[in-house]
């Protein structure tokens, strides 16, 4: 299996990204490292090593990371993901210990230590703890596989009419990631609002009968209710799932191979990832962008994964 390090603030897609990695054979998920995002650190901190606890993820190593993004402060999302970062369901006591390394630490020590491209990075967060790990450790980048990111958008964005969420909480991280020198996939909102959990899909989730399948209908009730309020959607889009279901298939993505620069400079338009689209991209240009998906293979890759968690 390709090892994984997941950088998330769980949040609702990010915990199904979580059990979706951990469950699929394609996928070692070696840690699971924290940023703030959605809520503070230390709550999507809790919520991950509550998910991990029910995925069974003891032998996953955790690590807390950025506390604030590099120059912004720090911007929630409680009106998507509630107080707590992960409202709804409630989450089991976790037996899982927290490394005392911060994430970033915790990431440049396992890439430095693996062999060239055995590890693999995926995101679904703002890129601090990234940032950070680049300006520990410059060499990591080129000693990762790749970053698979959930972040961006090539058209609108969701927390203003240019941005996204992930970019927007950490432009400047997001900047320094995207400008290093190491291969990114980018899954931004134009695939991520077509990764819509329809009723379909949660009729599948429940069929599962499972501790795990009931957990995630449970999050997918509050953030339907949420998606529905706050942006008019008739099913939530499960972004977070994006960069994981990629790495295990990339075939159920279209991908276009583009440059994507971030903007942090100006005042409308500030996180908004900018795509060149103009066609050919350079031959040595590492960003690859996706803008399309096949939901029913995707999906069946995901009941599937969390199937196998009982
Ligand atoms: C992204 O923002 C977060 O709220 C979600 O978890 C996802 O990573 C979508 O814009
Ligand atoms: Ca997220």
């Known amino acids: 299996p390709k090892k994984v390090i997941l950088d998330c603030d769980p949040g609702h897609d990010d915990a199904f990204a979580m059990f979706v990695a951990h469950g699929h054979p394609a996928l070692e998920v070696v840690a699971v ?27 996953v190593r955790f690590a807390q990371g950025a506390a604030r993004p590099l120059i912004k402060p ?46 693999t990075l995926v995101a679904t967060a703002a890129l601090t703890n990234l940032a950070l790990a680049l300006r520990l450790e410059p060499r990591i980048a080129e000693r990762v596989a790749e970053v698979a990111i959930m972040g961006g958008a090539i058209g609108q964005g969701n927390v203003t ?8 909480v950490d432009p400047h991280a997001a900047r320094i990631v995207f400008e290093a020198p190491w291969k990114i996939v980018m899954m931004g909102l134009d695939v991520s609002h077509q990764a819509l959990a ?48 990629y790495l295990i298939d990339p075939t159920v993505f279209n991908l276009v191979r583009a440059p994507v ?39 069946d890759i995901v009941v599937e994964s969390i199937g196998r968690l009982g």
């Open 198 to 245: 329809t009723p379909a899909v949660l009729d599948r989730l429940t069929s599962l009968s499972s501790p795990v399948g009931d957990f995630c209908v449970e999050l997918l009730d509050y953030f339907g209710a949420q998606y529905l309020q706050h942006q008019g959607f008739e099913s939530p889009p499960v972004h977070d799932l994006c960069p994981v279901i």
């Open 33 to 59: 490292t924290t940023v703030c995002g959605n809520q503070t650190v230390e709550r999507v901190t809790r919520n991950a090593l509550g998910v991990g606890e029910l995925a069974g993820m003891h032998a």
């Open 74 to 119: 720090h911007q929630a999302a409680p009106e998507i993901h509630g107080d707590s970062g992960l409202d709804g369901p409630s989450l089991p006591q976790t037996s899982i210990s927290l490394d005392p390394r911060s994430a970033a630490h915790l990431i440049v020590d396992l890439v430095m230590a693996s062999e060239p491209g055995e590890i």
């Open 261 to 299: 620069a971030v903007d942090t400079t100006s005042e409308l338009t500030m996180g908004r990832t900018v795509v060149d689209l103009r066609l050919p991209a350079a031959p040595d240009c590492r960003h690859q962008v996706a803008t399309g998906l096949d939901h029913s293979r995707f999906f």
């Open 161 to 168: 009419a240019s941005a996204e969420f992930n970019i927007y």
